[in-house]
């Protein structure tokens, strides 16, 4: 049973058919991991954390800088120099006092993605570079953790739910590494991308609504247009087919 001021809070929600006081239940006992606390990561955090998610883990090895502050709301001009995982933190527990986060402030590498994200329900992918999304893609299916990435570039975003041993996963849809470079984005881009992350984390974790499984949702600002890709998992991905 939810608490009456737990109601309260999240009443709102909980009057929406597809979540009721079943799903705000199941919200308060899902465990997530954010991999990263940038733009995607400062979005999907704050409305995870808002909508009541109980356990909210963030990951960032970074500290914060002033060429952030365009992007990542989490962190203030009061935060320059700072860990990113513990501002992040600090900013969702004054948010949601109802949610218990934690901030591990650490680069994702081989040595410790096991244990990072071990014992979660979920990992939202709201990484900048490749290389790592790969190694948390692998692991994602080695844990039969469901696996929400998101990327931006600009004004464009794009967003898909990888659910192991079922649907697609990252490797089966990018080939290769790109040229490394500056990522060059507005900010409003990894907000909207980081809130529909979000939206797809709460309808798992709820059981509501259709997922973005096998759909791959690209995002168009300057356009205002969202077009979907149908996508197959490739049996010989390295990650995810039969010889994986």
Not at 187 to 213: D, F, H, M, N
Request: proline content about 4%; some cysteine; glycine content about 10%.
């Amino acid at each position: 049973m939810l608490p009456d001021d737990e109601k309260q809070r999240y009443q709102r929600q909980i009057i929406i058919g597809d979540i009721g006081e079943t799903g705000q239940e199941k919200l308060k006992q899902a465990k997530v991991v954010i991999a990263g606390s940038g733009g995607l990561g400062s979005a999907s955090a704050t409305y995870l954390a808002a909508a009541g998610v109980g356990t909210i883990k963030i990951i960032d090895g970074d500290r914060v800088e002033l060429s952030n502050l365009n992007r990542q709301v989490l962190h203030w001009s009061r935060d320059i120099s700072r860990e990113k995982a513990t501002s992040a933190a600090e900013k969702l527990k004054e948010l949601n006092p109802k949610v218990s986060v934690e901030a591990a402030a650490e680069t994702i590498d081989d040595g410790n993605v096991s244990r990072l994200v071990a014992g979660f329900d979920i990992i939202v992918d709201a990484l900048d570079n490749l290389p790592t999304r790969y190694l948390l893609n692998r692991e994602a299916i080695k844990q039969d953790i469901p696996f929400i990435h998101g990327a931006v570039y600009g004004f464009e975003g794009r967003v898909l739910t990888i659910i192991p041993g079922k649907t697609a996963c990252l490797r089966c849809v990018y080939r290769g590494l790109p040229p490394e470079e500056k990522t060059p984005v507005i900010g409003v881009t990894p907000a909207v991308i980081g809130c529909l992350q979000a939206t797809e984390a709460i309808k798992y974790v709820t059981g509501s609504g259709r997922l973005l499984t096998n759909r791959l949702l690209v995002y168009d600002g300057l356009n205002m247009k969202f077009t979907e890709l149908n996508i197959a998992r490739n049996p010989a991905c390295e990650h995810c087919g039969g010889n994986s």
